[in-house]
């Protein structure tokens, strides 16, 4: 204590504690305020808990004249589709009666039922997961057009669902219609994918980021808390070196030393005491703690009741679940409400100030208070007009309540399925399961149900295997065995295990061609599926035509009959069968049925990839397409990605790679694993041709741990004819038959030579390199074998291509130089152009010329985007001296100035540009023109582009 007050006098006046005033934060309430009135399409406030992002935003609120609806998104573990706006929502609006409201809002009907009769008739469901979110995201903007909304806030949105996300992305796509956009959130918190991240990047956002307080901002706040009296500096100075300016900390603090009665007034002045007597507590959780600990029983179990039930709560409520008398505990709100550790809104309900108050008391309970709270609440909110299934499935899940935690999350996943959220119903029935509240028989029900799709990862899945192994080896009659084997062996198909799969399948088909034929039917299409077991192709035809043989005792729907018989043509085709063109041809015209739409578009999507291993390519865009417009048209959104990621491999093929990056950076925002994998290959492939080889290996290894393994039949998918492909580029010959070792011994052991097409020239030139002719020899017999009367281009210039490798080897330039060009134009017929120019390129090699033959290929190679092939193949070719260094080959710089001269620019344009003087820029220009021995700055822009220097302007 101060020496004045130790030595006599009565006791200091202690002024309540008020909450504090907006300090240090004029700035940021200007540039926001502005931000707004200048229609950002989007305000960001970011900062870490406690900087006061949530007091600045509802300071500006105060001020602004539109109406605001503020959606506060919780921090629960499972996601409660799209339930801060559904609750903002319904706090901003108790009917929706009399608002011009179009049908679209009968969209609305899951989300409010209980304004089911003020809202149109529901429309009909869609097939589409995408497809049904985005409708219910323009009902959504629809309803909010509707209120008079004028700024649409989302605070803590770290914690929104996706799908809270997505309206906030839709309408901002809208925002010159639509209400402005605030949201606020912890940077480091945001998941790595989130879409919140791709958000706050977009031009147009004006980001706020509040700084922690300045010594003269933590006096002004606390003061504000002390009726406005003067701080002494030191005081100030000590409390803002302890708190590092964190306004939540400071005010916790300031709370505490008040309670403790280490703060002093004398003389106008607030002082504490001696730095020695003076014991502050490290972080934000243990300064509420230690206040919460020096509240009266009933206020305790009114923050306790308050933690576990999270958001703001009427008082009747918060008495339930503490089991306190309602008396006690209005008693116990105020003592927390005047402490400021609780806010009341305008409708009397009380919460936390802050979410950092309430996740301290949460977790100092303990387990067994935390049980039976849980339990209470879920009871409580049972018997609510409105029942949130997701909030309901955490309370009993938590209180370890299995039956009702089941009842709930099923409800909370076919909620989200009908808003179109399948994410986040997946991850409530794999809690579920894995948590062990649904066993035995009712295992395989859950999983039926399960949109497995929408796993994030192989991770997830591998766990409801083992929830599944362990069902079907526990106490079940056969027909529930069946069922259960049945899910384990899709599943084990889906995350590549698929031996176990083939297996698990097999044990399964009886019991279902006695249960459920139709489901048998599937089971053994899919074991028709050659896929990564080294079984022979015979066995999985003789599965295909068993399922035939099956199907026709089977009165199934239309898109039944048309869905076996496209997956049957695929199939066909993928054993390298050509009935399976006939197959195709044949599918059935007409029917206009949403199923029947959708399988089509399914069949010529999986057709038409089955066509791209055949090397028809031409048959393969097509159906493609067809498939594409299809999905587009009837919004099977999902469906449309995936056929857009096929169409970029076929582009890839094909030469197409110029709208190739955009697409793959967009396909990495996915939360589709099959399309960041083909995102993430393409990308590769397209670095492997700008000469980055690093960046290949590692794209390429990244692909491969994202969704499910890939082999050679999935074709241009399977990723080792690019390792392989690099290997040799690097004259690393043992590490590309390393890289083809597997599908090599897959394609021997299942006679699937169609398969080969794409590694059989790299596996024959690497055996060469390695000094193993003969073994390369035998490889190409066996797929020229396998491939012999097949209408397969991709196989017939692969096989051209290894006879050419194989001639060279024995020393006959010539022969292998002619059966170069053969290849290439295989190659260029299909179209596939970059292996035609490397054929080509293989031709002039064994004719050893001067280098013209060679850089003839540069401007093709230059154009197409293989820019790494064209720079080591102008290497190869020399020509004449040029600057040392350099040889005839123009240096980086050059390059940067012929691209602008070729783009008609001047020399002090260029200057500019480059930061160069114009007098250096036309000594390059001189430079270049000798080198290219062209006469004049026309005549240079000319020779680079036919030269392949630049592309063409």
């Known amino acids: 204590m101060s020496a004045a007050n130790s030595a006599g006098g009565g006791p200091a006046r202690r002024p309540d504690l008020a909450v504090p005033r907006l300090a240090g934060r004029a700035r940021d309430l200007s540039l926001f305020g502005q931000a707004l009135d200048g229609r950002s399409g989007l305000v960001a406030v970011a900062g870490e808990a406690g900087i006061g992002k949530t007091r600045l935003l509802h300071e500006l609120l105060a001020r602004r004249p539109e109406s605001a609806l503020v959606a506060v998104c919780p921090p629960f573990r499972e996601p409660y589709t799209l339930g801060p706006v559904v609750d903002a929502v319904r706090r901003l609006a108790g009917s929706v009666a009399g608002l011009p409201l179009t049908g679209l809002a009968g969209a609305l009907r899951p989300l409010f039922p209980e304004w089911a009769g003020q809202l149109p008739p529901a429309p009909e469901p869609l097939a589409d997961d995408s497809a049904a979110r985005h409708r219910l995201l323009r009902a959504l903007a629809e309803l909010v057009d509707a209120l008079g909304v004028g700024l649409f806030v989302v605070e803590d949105a770290h914690w929104a669902d996706e799908t809270t996300l997505e309206l906030l992305l839709f309408l901002r796509s809208r925002w010159e219609h639509g209400p402005r956009l605030v949201l606020t959130y912890r940077p480091e918190d945001v998941p790595a994918r989130s879409l919140l991240r791709r958000m706050v990047a977009q031009a147009g956002t004006t980001r706020l980021e509040p700084a922690p307080l300045d010594p003269a901002a933590t006096a002004d706040l606390i003061s504000s808390m002390l009726g406005g009296e003067p701080v002494s500096a030191e005081f100030a100075e000590f409390l803002h070196a302890r708190t590092d300016g964190l306004p939540l900390a400071v005010e916790e603090c300031v709370r505490l030393l008040y309670d403790r009665a280490d703060l002093v007034h004398e003389d106008g002045t607030w002082l504490r005491r001696e730095v020695a007597e003076l014991d502050v507590p490290p972080g934000i959780r243990e300064a509420v703690l230690e206040r919460t600990s020096r509240l009266r029983p009933a206020a305790a179990g009114a923050l306790a009741a308050l933690a576990v039930l999270e958001g703001e709560r009427s008082p009747g409520l918060v008495a339930e679940v503490a089991a306190m008398p309602a008396a006690d505990v209005e008693q116990g709100l105020a003592e927390a409400l005047s402490g400021g550790l609780l806010a009341e809104d305008r409708d009397g309900r009380v919460g936390f100030r802050h979410v950092l108050a309430a996740r301290s008391v949460y977790h100092a309970l303990g387990a067994l208070e935390r049980g039976r709270l849980h339990h209470r609440a879920g009871l409580a909110l049972e018997r609510e007009p409105v029942l949130r299934s997701a909030e309901l499935a955490r309370h009993f899940k938590e209180a370890a309540d299995p039956g009702r935690w089941a009842v709930h999350a099923r409800r909370a996943a076919d909620d989200a399925i009908a808003s179109g959220d399948p994410r986040t119903a997946f991850g409530l029935l794999l809690d579920l399961l894995v948590g062990g509240a649904v066993r035995g028989a009712a295992v395989a029900p859950v999983v039926q149900r399960m949109p497995l799709y929408a796993a994030p990862g192989d991770g997830p899945l591998r766990e409801l295997v083992a929830v599944l192994r362990a069902t079907a080896e526990g106490e079940l009659t056969r027909e529930e065995r069946t069922a259960a084997t049945w899910q384990l062996a899709r599943l084990m198909f889906h995350v590549g295990d698929s031996e176990a799969a083939a297996a698990a399948m097999e044990q399964a088909v009886p019991g279902l061609v006695q249960d459920r034929p139709v489901a048998a039917v599937h089971a053994m299409m899919m074991l028709a599926r050659p896929l990564g077991t080294p079984r022979p192709a015979a066995q999985h035809r003789a599965w295909l035509e068993r399922a035939g043989r099956l199907f026709a005792t089977c009165s199934g729907a239309p898109q039944e009959r048309l869905s076996f018989l496209a997956e049957r043509a695929a199939t066909l085709l993928v054993l390298g069968d050509p009935a399976g063109w006939d197959a195709a041809r044949d599918l059935p015209a007409g029917g206009d ?264 290929l540069l401007p093709d190679l230059t154009a197409l985007g293989a820019t790494g092939d064209a720079d080591r193949i102008r290497r190869r070719a020399g020509g004449r001296p040029g600057r040392p260094g350099y040889g005839d080959r123009l240096s980086p710089r050059e390059l940067d100035v012929v691209r602008l001269l070729a783009q008609g620019r001047t020399s002090a344009q260029i200057a500019r540009v480059l930061g160069l003087s114009p007098r250096t820029v036309d000594k390059h220009v001189q430079t270049a023109m000798r080198k290219r021995a062209a006469p004049s700055r026309t005549a240079l822009a000319i020779a680079a582009v036919a030269s392949g220097d630049i592309p063409a302007p």
Not at 615 to 631: E, I
Not at 653 to 672: C, F, M, N, V, Y
Not at 696 to 706: G, L, N, P, S, Y
Request: net charge negative; glycine share 8%; aromatic share 6%.
């Open 593 to 856: 049925s949403p199923g029947e739409v959708f399988q089509r578009a399914r069949g010529y999507a999986n057709i038409g990839e089955a066509a791209m291993l055949w090397g028809r390519y031409d048959d393969a865009r097509h159906l493609l397409d067809a498939a594409a417009a299809l999905a587009e048209e009837h919004r099977h959104l999902r469906l449309r990605d995936l056929v857009a990621g096929t169409l970029a491999h076929l582009d890839w093929l094909t030469g197409r790679w110029a709208g190739l990056e955009p697409w793959a950076a967009a396909a990495l925002e996915s939360d589709e694993p099959v399309l960041r994998a083909d995102a993430l290959q393409i990308g590769g492939l397209l670095a492997a041709a700008r000469g980055d080889h690093a960046r290949m290996r590692e794209q390429t290894r990244a692909a491969a741990a994202t969704g499910r393994p890939r082999g050679p039949a999935d074709g241009f998918r399977d990723p080792s004819a690019a390792l392989a492909r690099l290997a040799l580029a690097d004259d690393r010959p043992a590490d590309a038959l390393a890289a083809t070792d597997a599908a090599w011994r897959l394609i021997e052991a299942k006679g699937l030579w169609l398969w080969a097409a794409e590694i059989a020239p790299l596996r024959v030139d690497a055996l060469l390199r390695d000094g193993r002719a003969a073994e390369a020899a035998a490889a190409a017999e066996s797929f020229g074998a396998g491939t012999r009367g097949l209408d397969a281009p991709t196989a017939t210039a692969a096989g051209l291509l290894t006879a050419a490798l194989l001639t060279r080897d024995r020393g006959e330039p010539a022969p292998a130089a002619a059966l170069f060009d053969e290849a290439a134009a295989a190659w260029q017929a299909l179209p596939r152009p970059y292996d035609a120019l490397l054929a080509r390129e293989a031709a002039a090699d064994c004719r050893n010329t001067d280098g013209s033959a060679l850089r003839a």
